[in-house]
């Protein structure tokens, strides 16, 4: 299956900052990326796919101001949370779809606002 | 809006038993996934079950599916320690799309 990696693995930053999430695909060339946020003790919840070229598309209830996702080439998906408030803690995983059949998982990037 | 509910959510169970958990979906779905995590941990990919009637085994954990009904099961035989984590199943819309997760369902195996 896919690489994937995730930078930072984790990250703490105060309030008001922004932080930037990146994402890789390490060993093929990604069109699709997904980004998911998961609570501690729930599922994952999918925030936005991140198509390669052109504007990310936003699940409802995702703010796309403040959740910023730039896919500017075939390996990178960038996601950066501005304005970070405590309730932005999360973990945050990417996935990339691999020839359009599955989805990889990235390690995932613990945020912590204080 | 599709919906995935797995049960139990939560499952104690002995060393050596036998147990199965259930994971159902609301719409029509032929591509379902099953996913561990370990605390910490991201996904690990366990099996994809790509139609009707798929079976897949490794080790101690069988994966079926059944669309007719919107059920895949994931099966657990003689538990051991190592498996304790939470499982997610995970179904897709359409080839390539989104991936709905269940609740999870966070499986302890006891000495």
């Known amino acids: 299956g896919a690489v994937v990696s995730q930078h930072p693995s984790r990250v703490i930053c105060k309030s008001g900052t922004s932080v930037k999430i990146e994402c890789r695909s390490l060993?093929?060339?990604?069109?699709?990326m997904f980004w998911y946020r998961q609570f501690p003790k729930k599922s994952l919840m999918l925030m936005a796919t991140s198509n390669e070229g052109s504007k990310a598309t936003y699940e409802q209830g995702v703010e796309k101001d403040k959740f910023l996702i730039n896919h500017a080439s075939l390996t990178l998906s960038t996601l950066t949370v501005t304005s970070a408030h405590p309730e932005d803690s999360s973990f945050y995983i990417c996935?990339?779809?691999?020839?359009?059949?599955?989805?990889?998982f990235g390690p995932g990037t613990r945020l912590t606002v204080t | 809006e599709l919906k995935v509910e797995q049960n139990p959510l939560f499952l104690s169970m002995q060393e050596g038993k036998n147990y199965t958990i259930y994971c159902n979906y609301s719409?029509?779905?032929?591509?379902l996934y099953w996913y561990r995590q370990d605390p910490g941990k991201s996904l690990e990919s366990l099996f994809v079950l790509l139609s009707n009637g798929a079976v897949k085994q490794e080790g101690r954990l069988m994966a079926s599916l059944d669309t007719k009904a919107r059920l895949s099961t994931l099966h657990i035989t003689a538990a051991v320690h190592d498996l304790s984590a939470t499982y997610f199943c995970a179904v897709e819309e359409t080839s390539g799309s989104r991936l709905t997760f269940g609740e999870g369902t966070q499986l302890t195996v006891n000495p």
């Open positions: 719409t029509t779905s032929d591509r």
């Open positions: 996935s990339v779809l691999d020839r359009g059949i599955e989805q990889y």
């Open positions: 060993d093929f060339q990604a069109t699709t």
